[in-house]
């Protein structure tokens, strides 16, 4: 299917954005492919379609180099000391240099489960979880202790400008009252304390800015300094807050929805509401910024499910992956393997929601990650027919009611 198929078949339905005279030119080609077979990349078995566990990373270093890492199939041998819950994997990480796609740097890494194991942190450096512990590596793909936790990791989540890290860790037992390694500290729990206890990390002092308890493992989308909330308000409305980590919390919007929105977080200073329309399952998708000024409104399908993003560093652009069904889905309405058609990945310019590339990646991956974009959003790069495939875009619009500075004389 070509692009212009693709975005007209109905990737998105949006009331402010039609096919554009560029979306329905022929589909681009990639200006290179780097075949996957020769590096040891063995497909998953469509077993795990719904399993949404991590087995592969697709990553820039820079726009010259990619990061590609990926389950090796095979027996292992159990170390004797390991918990017998654990489910170990191999993972091979290699840097491919662009475009001759020559492997510069491989390493090979024990995982101990099928969670999410890889970050990219931005300026080439990583951040890699094995268990508990928390790593930092770069293109010599040496691991390097960045912080430990003595209870269970529940989740990692990194602001759109790495600037800051979200961890989220257990902490149940009175017992494991700190957070504690040989590296800088990350704060101390209470005893008291709820089950999740969240931190607020600089992603390069490693300095805790704020902390937080919850009872889940919670989504927080980081935005500037501080993140978004959505409250109840009356008659379906929601107010759109902005927190910061430090200072006096302020309402940004409020908007209209039959469910708990959700705030996705693109750039420093942008994110996507996801409210609910009065009848139907498809998501209304709102891009504000911290001005509380509403850049752009679209409409997505509910036939695409489990949306995972890459987002460039500089904040431009975002890229957005969802899962196409045979049939609309509602909240609660199960998935199988048969209702699954395809992986869509669709390029967006932030300030505008100007679709730019829509492309299938395969094999169909349910936990993403198998899709990059550049730091400055001009490079993308996708697993696609046997190859990672690598397509040059133009730089980003930029936001049309920002303030222009007079041209210096």
Not at 36 to 47: E, R
Not at 138 to 145: A, E, Y
Request: net charge negative; glycine share 6%.
């Amino acid at each position: 299917m070509g692009l212009r198929e693709t975005i007209c078949a109905g990737v998105l339905i949006s009331a402010s954005v039609t096919c554009t005279a560029d979306a329905t030119q022929s589909e681009p080609a990639p200006s290179l492919r780097v075949p996957v077979a020769p590096l040891g990349y063995v497909a998953p078995s469509p077993f795990y379609l719904t399993a949404r566990l991590s087995s592969v990373s697709l990553d820039f270093i820079d726009k010259d180099h990619l990061l590609f890492t990926f389950r090796v199939p095979g027996l292992m041998q159990r170390i004797p000391e390991d918990p017998v819950e654990d489910e170990d994997q191999t993972i091979r990480a290699v840097v491919l240099e662009l475009p001759s796609g020559k492997v510069l740097t491989k390493a090979e890494w024990r995982m101990h489960d099928r969670s999410r194991y890889l970050w990219w942190l931005g300026d080439g450096l990583f951040l890699v979880r094995q268990r508990s512990r928390l790593f930092v590596t770069d293109k010599t793909l040496q691991l390097r202790p960045f912080l430990n936790s003595e209870t269970a990791l529940e989740s990692v989540q990194l602001s759109p400008d790495r600037r800051w890290i979200a961890i989220e860790a257990e902490g149940k037992k009175e017992e494991r009252q700190s957070l504690a390694s040989t590296v800088p500290s990350f704060g101390d729990a209470r005893p008291e304390s709820k089950p999740v206890q969240i931190f607020i990390v600089d992603a390069k002092s490693r300095a805790v800015t704020a902390r937080a308890e919850a009872l889940d493992a919670v989504d927080i989308p980081m935005v500037g300094d501080g993140h978004l909330l959505a409250i109840e308000g009356k008659h379906n409305s929601w107010i759109i807050r902005y927190d910061p980590f430090h200072g006096e919390a302020r309402q940004l919007t409020e908007i209209e929805s039959s469910c708990h929105p959700s705030e996705i977080a693109v750039s420093s200073n942008v994110a996507l509401v996801i409210a609910c329309p009065r009848s139907g399952n498809d998501h209304l998708v709102s891009a504000i910024n911290l001005e509380g000024r509403v850049l752009w409104q679209q409409r997505w399908e509910s036939r695409y499910i489990w949306a995972t993003f890459q987002l460039s560093q500089n904040g431009s652009r975002f890229a957005y992956s969802s899962l196409q069904v045979s049939h609309p889905v509602g909240t609660l309405d199960p998935v199988d393997q048969e209702s699954i058609e395809r992986q869509l990945v669709g390029v967006f310019d932030t300030f505008t929601g100007k679709l730019r590339l829509v492309k299938s990646a395969t094999p169909i991956l349910s936990a993403g990650q198998n899709y990059a974009l550049s730091s400055d959003g001009t490079r993308f790069a996708i697993l696609r027919e046997g190859a990672i495939e690598v397509y040059d875009l133009p730089p980003a619009e930029e936001d049309p009611g920002a303030e222009r500075l007079p041209p210096k004389k």
